[in-house]
């Protein structure tokens, strides 16, 4: 095993760019952050991101917008490399002429936050640096193509950045949305990976009338909205027209692998479903790239059972190949969500860091080799971390 290859690399953490946060600060309406003061004379910020957001919303400091912060994090947690992105809800609430000058903005900040990062100590013959970066783009209803497309263009064009986080509502109809195909094709063709990133949940008149606080919308809200729009995706063709497109689902892809072989079904029981794909449901599960911040080992291994099985069900075929752990350990990158999920008590480590990390080690069928590539190999492979 090579040094890069046993490097940690933490490919979903986030950051409020000194920017963006200010501009939440000046705003008054989800999204914003506002500043309280508390009983005993200090101020407090806190951020309000969420419709109806629970209990008055969350704290935020400086791990939200400092980069010595992200920094001092991943040193640690032996946090290598991060590959940043901005955190929800992006430019989703901005006229699409502020969206555009925005993401510009953001893309050349994130740039200059990752391009003047340190170095990693890895010894190899590239210089690698200990940020990278997904770029935003100003996915606004009203905004045109031609401008989404001059966005894709500047990413690509920056050295440190890698990929874009994209929500789940495209230009206001979703990921499925027709007129998304020529930005697709774009991203394809730049070769960056598209983190597809939750933000809206579900209908929250699901969650009843108890105070459970955050819990419902980021542990079953978030990753079922992931769920739906990457079901979405696949039913609308997106991979038969796009077949080289590179998709990073967070929260391991919500509920997609338990759900893939009942919406296989569903769809062989719906001609106007079926007659647009190439291919069996499950097959398209292979195609797509999954973190592991799913904070248990049986959730990992679980889902690198059902992506590695895609290959099975190539057109024409409904045969399963027996699950191919290892195999399916390729696709999956290990996060942080950071700096979400803070301690609630003051501890050395973050205990959504310390339990990804254990699930990965736990993994029953997966080798050392494998493990090593979801803390990190796969990452560089994937995101080409190299100078
Ligand atoms: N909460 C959020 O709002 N976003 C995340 O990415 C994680 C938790
Ligand atoms: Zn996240």
Not at 80 to 92: G, Q
Not at 95 to 114: G, I
Not at 228 to 246: E, K, W
Not at 285 to 311: H, M, N, Q, W
Request: glycine fraction near 8%; hydrophobic fraction near 40%; include cysteine.
């Amino acid at each position: 095993m090579t040094m890069a290859s046993r490097l940690l690399v933490d490919v979903h953490t986030h950051v409020y760019l000194p920017r963006y946060a200010s501009l939440l600060r000046s705003r008054s309406t989800v999204p914003f952050i506002r500043t309280n003061t508390t009983a005993d004379g200090l101020s407090e910020d806190r951020l309000l991101i969420l419709e109806n957001e629970p209990s008055g919303g969350r704290p935020v400091g400086p791990q939200y917008w400092d980069r010595e912060e992200k920094l001092k994090f991943m040193d640690k947690h032996g946090i290598d490399i991060s590959v940043v992105s901005t955190a929800n809800p992006w430019l989703d609430f901005l006229p699409a002429a502020q969206a555009q000058t925005l993401a510009s903005e953001l893309n050349e900040d994130l740039e200059q936050y990752c391009a003047t990062s340190p170095s990693t100590n890895s010894s190899g013959p590239y210089k690698i640096k200990r940020l990278y970066g997904f770029g935003l783009l100003p996915l606004v209803p009203e905004v045109s193509t031609t401008s989404v497309l001059r966005i894709v263009n500047q990413i690509a064009s920056l050295p440190h950045l890698r990929g874009l986080i994209m929500g789940t509502r495209g230009i206001g109809q979703g990921l499925d949305d027709e007129a998304l195909d020529p930005v697709w094709a774009a991203i394809e063709k730049a070769g960056l990976v598209v983190f597809l990133h939750p933000h809206y949940g579900v209908d929250g008149s699901a969650w009843g009338d108890k105070d459970n606080g955050h819990v419902l919308p980021l542990a079953l809200g978030f990753p079922f909205e992931t769920t739906t729009s990457a079901t979405r995706l696949i039913l609308s063709g997106v991979f038969d027209r796009f077949p080289n497109l590179r998709l990073l689902l967070a929260h391991s892809g919500g509920a997609l692998a338990a759900l893939s072989s009942r919406l296989a079904s569903c769809i062989d029981h719906d001609p106007r479903a079926a007659s647009r794909l190439k291919h069996d449901a499950r097959y398209y599960l292979g195609k797509l790239y999954l973190d592991a911040v799913a904070y248990g080992p049986e959730e990992l291994g679980f889902v690198s059972d059902v992506i590695s099985r895609s290959t099975g069900y190539e057109a024409g075929t409904s045969i399963s190949k027996t699950p191919d752990r290892s195999l399916g350990s390729q696709r999956m990158f290990f996060g942080t969500d950071h700096p979400f999920f803070p301690p609630l008590e003051p501890s050395e480590k973050w205990k959504s860091v310390t339990e990804n990390l254990e699930a990965i080690a736990l993994v029953q069928g997966w080798s050392e080799e494998d493990k090593a590539g979801v803390r990190g190999g796969n990452a560089m492979s994937l995101f080409n971390l190299r100078e």
